[in-house]
């Protein structure tokens, strides 16, 4: 199958994804996160593992947590990736085995690089905002990075870029000239772009990266397709630019970068290269010291699940 109407790229969009612009709507599915807080994970997705190196993304809420304990997500290890935590209302309190204690508020960014390993909760405070409402999102790390010492990186004050109708908050990476404070190990970007009531706007991308656009809030039309908050339209490579237009106030997640090539396994909360270091990795949290100790939180860690019986195997960031 090809595209004939578009100039083929001349670096990496290709390979296994596809090589130009596409609009491919992407659902959640629904996803029990610890003991009260239901998500919507967009990726992975069937079909769909990865847009850059942005591999993982879960949406939740809006959700009235007033006679709630909110998100209780008890120690858990990660390897081989970063976290991304961003908020449009409540607050995540975040600890970490390297001792981290910080809390998260909205269009603040918390960036955990796990390395090559470390563990880390995260819970509503027991003082919080009624509403919870965010997203939680992973970028794999580069074979080059991905054993790296552990970090935790909280920035109150992101660059933000402004146009008729258009805010964007740089999230990760750069858009249009803006560049996030946070650590990236690979090309990509992360914004948070709010339009108001009959924006209409074209957004500057990058030719050689993938995006997708997650919905928050508002009613959109991203390249004439409604987006729904909570869905994510996937957009390929090839674009130049991207036509938005706010049927009300909305804000969404913009999220690419260049095609991540190599071959991951992702299995739980890790990542790696091959099945053994998965299995290794599983059996380190079980038994070993090796993802260090979250101190404060009250509860017990999470254990690890069950293995597959079938064996983990390298994949392509398309299934
Ligand atoms: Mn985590």
């Not at 990760?172 to 990236?184: F, H, I, V």
């Not at 790696?272 to 009250?298: K, N």
Request: aromatic share 6%; net charge negative; glycine share 12%.
């Amino acid at each position: 199958m090809s595209n004939l109407d578009l100039r083929p790229s001349p670096t990496r969009c290709g390979g296994e994804g596809s090589s130009g612009p596409v609009k491919e709507l992407l659902t959640g599915r629904q996803v029990q996160l610890g003991e009260s807080t239901q998500v919507r994970r967009l990726l992975p997705n069937l079909g769909r593992r990865m847009v850059g190196a942005w591999c993982f993304v879960d949406h939740y809420g809006p959700d009235d947590i007033a006679d709630e304990p909110g998100m209780q997500v008890p120690p858990h290890p990660h390897m081989g990736l970063q976290t991304v935590s961003w908020l449009h209302e409540g607050e995540v309190l975040h600890r970490d085995s390297l001792g981290s204690l910080q809390t998260v508020r909205p269009y603040e960014l918390g960036l955990m690089t796990s390395g090559r390993a470390i563990s880390h909760s995260e819970e509503s405070p027991r003082e919080h905002a009624r509403l919870l409402h965010g997203a939680q999102l992973w970028v794999a790390l580069p074979e080059e990075h991905r054993h790296t010492a552990p970090a935790f990186e909280h920035h109150g004050r992101l660059p933000v870029v402004t146009a008729p109708g258009l805010r964007s908050t740089v999230i990760m990476g750069e858009l249009d000239g803006a560049a996030s404070p946070g650590t990236a190990y690979t090309p990509l970007v992360g914004a948070d772009l709010a339009l108001t009531e009959g924006a209409a706007v074209r957004l500057p991308l990058e030719r050689d990266f993938e995006y997708a656009v997650l919905a928050m809030t508002g009613s959109i039309d991203v390249d004439g397709v409604r987006v729904e908050p909570g869905a994510m339209l996937y957009l390929g490579c090839g674009r130049t630019e991207l036509p938005l237009l706010a049927r009300t106030d909305s804000s969404v997640l913009l999220l690419g970068g260049e095609p991540f090539e190599e071959r991951i396994v992702m299995w739980w909360n890790f990542i790696g290269r091959s099945g053994e270091e998965i299995t290794q990795a599983r059996e380190d949290w079980m038994s070993t010291p090796r993802f260090g100790e979250v101190h404060g939180y009250d509860g017990a860690r999470l254990r690890a699940p069950e293995l597959p019986a079938l064996a983990l195997k390298p994949r392509g960031r398309v299934r």
